[in-house]
């Protein structure tokens, strides 16, 4: 008999080198019969399990699983079945260690000889099957790919291939990454297609999860199903988007494409960082919602509801305490969310593009900030293709989920951004507009700031309280129509033209430092209707008026006058004929203690560089001594004037300090 046939008889063949696959591989010692779980494997009849862990090291080796008793495998039971380095393959499923190596010396007689195993190091795969993706009970269909690749589980970036389930499992084994070791998904190059959601929910501060790309047109997820959300966030925080792109695939109409919302369940959301990307949606509510969602940061991110490939009339954003109230009915995608008792306050964008240019008329804001306590905007660009009486950004209150009465109001920041609503019926369009009827008669609308933005038009609605808008820096054109109850600043405008309207209703309206600005006012009165440009007022760069129509204040209790800060106040020394220099446009003057006698009069200079000598200076006084003093101004000339105090009494001396505010009015001959 030749060797090779003595050594196929006697059980010597090439599987003495490696031996075929177990299903499953021993922990600890097992009772050798039954079905049973092994290694996080639940058995069937006939499965080969790795045995290395018996109390008697003679037991070990690969056996077949039964229902009774469990055989010896038939390629480990013969004498030349086993030497000294033989392999046991695992499958890859029921264990991280792909090689076990036979460690026990040769001569190995199987029953007699003690057997071990120990992991073949040098063989193992280079990423074999993570504690994270045991716990989510997901498996790899390619270990040579790194931990977190969308690819390790099947994604194929072919535009083509159904990748949803694959990019789950990825987020799957994400959320089970251990407590503070944090876990990155990565999308390779390239675009993957899905046919649902992907679900990133209920994440919380220990989990440390990022999505990362290799840039928001080089790694992109494309939508390619009806409703539903793209990608959820829901309940979940502390999670990093990276570099990646979000588009949809042809007529697919999704409902959102990114949600942030409270769940009932923890009642938590946000403190997500989105950086580099590329979200545009298709769909039936908003691209990115944040419902109940604080304190998240967007950096040099395109949120857009189109980008000219299509005619879609939806917000690219959406931020509210209650969606019903931003503007649309909760779907199905809603149904299981809590309405929470949060806000959804402390968003801050940075540098980001917010856009729908489709090219076509919307009825639709660009956004919907609602009850957004402490939003910012710096460096952004907003486009959008408003229809008539459209407007980009509508800002309003939110009533507490819990407590109808009550409303959040909108806190809004806006530092160095500019409008291009410039498209369709301009005469109507708004840039911000501040929304419905407050709650209660609460403010809706509470602290908007705009720096040095370029804007098109501001607008409050009929009803609404706005409080504390301050518009500073920038280029601000043509209207704002200020509510009942509203409260406007302006600051350092540079060629603006505001016409504010219906301003008799209790508008309070700060103006300062204008530059080449032109203001116009419209009240009901007669045949002229609200907003008629029946008064011009042109303020310079240096805060001077010119009003062809004449300043009315329509306020039946603040007067016209200076603010604080521009007077000023001087004491008079030495005798009542001492001059006192002042330097103010309006202020007050304390005389020394006068002794005028009965049908006398003193008089001294007030130097004052406000004074031109076409001017009026207009006085009073206040005494509570003896006499009666009368004050009169004359000499006025640049830069002064002489004070003329005249005691009318015909019997008494002036015996007491006259205190004498004064103001100057500017005049003019021609």
């Given at each position: ?17 490696i ?29 080969r ?8 090291a003679?037991?070990?080796?690969i ?8 055989s ?13 380095g ?26 007699t000889?003690s ?48 990748s ?11 959320k ?5 070791a ?54 979940s925080?502390?999670v ?57 940061q ?20 959406v ?137 098109f ?7 609404s309280?706005?409080?504390g808008f ?36 209790a ?27 029946t ?8 805060g ?25 106040t ?5 005798s ?38 076409n001017?009026?200076?207009?006085c ?8 009666t003093?009368?004050?009169?101004v ?6 002064s ?8 009494h ?18 003019i001959?021609?």
């Amino acid at each position: 008999m030749g060797v090779s046939s003595r050594y196929r008889v006697e059980g010597l063949t090439s599987s003495v080198a490696i031996k075929a696959p177990v299903k499953a591989v021993s922990t600890a010692n097992l009772t050798l019969s039954g079905l049973q779980t092994v290694g996080g494997v639940a058995l069937a009849a006939g499965d080969r399990v790795l045995v290395k862990d018996q109390s008697t090291a003679t037991d070990n080796g690969i056996y077949e699983a039964s229902t009774g008793s469990w055989s010896r495998a038939a390629d480990f039971d013969g004498s030349r079945d086993v030497v000294a380095g033989t392999l046991v393959m695992t499958d890859g499923v029921a264990s991280s260690t792909i090689f076990y190596r036979c460690s026990t010396p040769d001569p190995i007689t199987i029953g007699t000889s003690s057997i071990t195993f120990a992991q073949a190091s040098e063989l193992q795969n280079p990423y074999p099957r993570s504690a994270a993706e045991i716990a989510a009970s997901v498996v790899p269909t390619d270990f040579g790919l790194p931990y977190g690749w969308v690819t390790r589980f099947g994604a194929v970036g072919d535009n083509s291939t159904d990748s949803t389930t694959p990019i789950n499992n990825a987020f799957a084994a994400a959320k089970n990454a251990a407590a503070g070791a944090g876990c990155k998904v990565f999308l390779p190059r390239g675009k993957y297609k899905t046919t649902g959601p992907l679900n990133l929910t209920g994440l919380f501060f220990a989990n440390n999860v990022s999505i990362e790309g290799e840039g928001p047109w080089a790694s992109q997820i494309v939508a390619a199903f009806n409703g539903g959300n793209v990608l959820d966030l829901s309940g979940s925080v502390l999670v990093k988007l990276s570099n990646f792109g979000i588009v949809p695939s042809g007529s697919f109409k999704t409902d959102q494409v990114i949600l942030c919302a409270r769940l009932a369940s923890n009642n938590s959301a946000g403190n997500h960082s989105f950086h580099n990307l590329y979200v545009e949606g298709n769909c039936n509510n908003a691209v990115a919602v944040l419902w109940g969602s604080e304190e998240n940061q967007f950096h040099n991110c395109w949120i857009t509801s189109s980008a000219g490939t299509a005619s879609r009339d939806f917000p690219a954003l959406v931020m509210a305490v209650k969606i019903s109230e931003a503007g649309f009915t909760p779907t199905s995608s809603f149904q299981t969310l809590g309405t929470g008792s949060g806000g959804v306050g402390m968003n801050s964008f940075y540098g980001c593009r917010i856009t729908n240019e489709c090219g076509t008329v919307q009825t639709k804001p660009l956004m919907r900030l609602y009850g957004t306590l402490g939003t910012n905007f710096h460096n952004c660009y907003f486009a959008s293709w408003p229809g008539a009486s459209g407007h980009t950004i509508d800002i309003n209150g939110s009533t507490y989920p819990d407590d109808p009465a009550s409303v959040y109001p909108s806190t809004v920041t806006f530092d160095t951004c500019s409008d291009e609503n410039a498209w369709g019926d301009q005469s109507t369009q708004r840039t911000l507009y501040f929304g419905a009827t407050p709650v209660g008669g609460q403010y809706n609308v509470r602290g908007v700031s705009v720096h040095n933005c370029q804007f098109f038009r501001v607008y409050g609605a009929d009803g609404s309280l706005v409080d504390g808008f301050r518009y500073a820096g920038g280029k601000f054109s043509n209207s704002l129509a200020s509510p009942t109850g509203s409260k406007f600043s302006f600051y350092n405008l540079y060629n603006a033209n505001i016409d504010v309207a219906k301003h008799e209703r209790a508008l309070t309206c700060t103006v300062r430092n204008i530059g080449e600005a032109n203001f116009y006012r419209g009240f009901a009165a007669g045949s002229v209707a609200k907003g008629t440009d029946t008064t011009s007022v042109i303020m310079d760069a240096n805060g001077g008026i010119t009003a062809t129509g004449g300043l009315l204040n329509l306020s039946p209790s603040v007067p016209i006058g200076y603010e604080a800060g521009a007077g000023g106040t001087v004491t008079q020394i030495t005798s009542a004929s001492t001059g006192v220099t002042l330097n103010r446009p309006v202020g007050q003057i304390t005389t020394v203690a006068l002794t005028t006698a009965a049908g006398a009069e003193e008089e001294f200079t007030l130097t004052n560089s406000t004074i031109t000598i076409n001017d009026v200076i207009a006085c009073s006084t206040t005494y509570a001594g003896a006499g009666t003093p009368a004050v009169t101004v004359k000499g006025v000339a640049n830069g002064s004037c002489r004070i003329v105090i005249t005691n009318l009494h015909a019997a008494n001396a002036l015996n007491a300090a006259l205190t004498l505010n004064f103001a100057v009015i500017r005049g003019i001959t021609s």
